[in-house]
T-cell receptor, first 114, second 111 residues
Framework: GAVVSQHPSRVICKSGTSVKIECRSL??????MFWYRQFPKQSLMLMAT?????????EQGVEKDKFLINHASLTLSTLTVTSAHPEDSSFYIC??????????FGPGTRLTVL | TQLLEQSPQFLSIQEGENLTVYCNSS?????LQWYRQEPGEGPVLLVT?????EVKKLKRLTFQFGDARKDSSLHITAAQPGDTGLYLC???????????FGKGTRLSVIA
C-alpha cells in the first residue's frame, strides 16, 4: 500500500511554455501533499505544502505565481510551472501523507527547459 | 542553519564493511524517517521511528532513535553493492508538518 504516482516521469519543453505535473495517491486518501525540488547530488528542497480544498502554503523564496499548485481531491495534486525557463530545469518530487505519520514519495518528474 | 545535521555526506566503502550514518539535531522530533533514493527516482521509505530509544532492524540495516528523540543513526552491516544510494533522514517536528530533511549521505559500496 501507500503508492504515489507522478506523471509525466520526464518532460522537455521550450522556454516560455507551461508544464503541468500530476501527483496521485493510488491506494490511500492524501489529506496533505508536498512538492519538492531536487538539484543534482543534493537533498530535497520543500517548495510548498497543499491540503485538499485549500490554498497551498509556499516556502520562502518560492514564487506562488510561477509554481501553481492545485489540490482538488484527496488523491490528486498538480504542480504547474508557468512560463518555464532553463533555470527551472530540475527533478520535481511530490509526497503524500494521510492518516499515517509517514510521507510517501512519488517517483519524480525530470523537467528540462530548453 | 541546518535543522537536521546528517553525516557523513559521502561514504565510499568496500563490500563487506560496516558503516554508520548519523542524524543530529537540537530539536525534538515526534518521529523520524529514513529513506533511500536511487538516481532518477523518488525516495523510498525504509523505516519510521517514533519512540525515544527505539531500535528497528531491517535485514542488515539497524535504525536507532535517540532517547531524547533528537538524533538517529543508521547502521549497515556487511554492506553490499546493492546498498549504494542516497540515504536521507527526515524528522517530523509535530503532526502534519513538512518533514525536515538532512542533506543526505551518498553511499557507494564497491565490489
Amino acid at each position: 500500500g501507500a503508492v504515489v504516482s507522478q506523471h509525466p516521469s520526464r518532460v522537455i519543453c521550450k522556454s516560455g511554455t507551461s508544464v503541468k505535473i500530476e501527483c496521485r495517491s493510488l491506494d490511500f486518501q492524501a489529506t496533505t501533499m508536498f512538492w519538492y525540488r531536487q538539484f543534482p547530488k543534493q537533498s530535497l528542497m520543500l517548495m510548498a505544502t497543499s491540503n485538499e480544498g485549500s490554498k497551498a502554503t509556499y516556502e520562502q523564496g518560492v514564487e506562488k505565481d510561477k509554481f501553481l499548485i492545485n489540490h482538488a481531491s484527496l488523491t490528486l495534486s498538480t504542480l504547474t510551472v508557468t512560463s518555464a525557463h532553463p533555470e527551472d530545469s530540475s527533478f520535481y518530487i511530490c509526497s503524500a501523507t494521510g492518516t499515517r505519520v509517514e510521507q510517501f514519495f512519488g517517483p519524480g518528474t525530470r523537467l528540462t527547459v530548453l | 542553519t541546518q535543522l537536521l545535521e546528517q553525516s557523513p555526506q559521502f561514504l565510499s566503502i568496500q563490500e563487506g564493511e560496516n558503516l554508520t550514518v548519523y542524524c543530529n539535531s537540537s530539536s525534538v522530533f515526534s518521529s523520524l524517517q529514513w529513506y533511500r533514493q536511487e538516481p532518477g527516482e523518488g525516495p523510498v521509505l525504509l523505516v519510521t521511528v517514533v519512540t525515544g530509544g527505539e531500535v528497528k532492524k531491517l535485514k542488515r540495516l539497524t535504525f536507532q532513535f535517540g532517547d531524547a528523540r533528537k538524533d538517529s543513526s543508521l547502521h549497515i552491516t556487511a554492506a553490499q553493492p546493492g546498498d549504494t544510494g542516497l540515504y536521507l533522514c527526515a524528522g517530523e517536528l509535530s503532526g502534519n508538518t513538512p518533514l525536515v530533511f538532512g542533506k543526505g549521505t551518498r553511499l557507494s559500496v564497491i565490489a
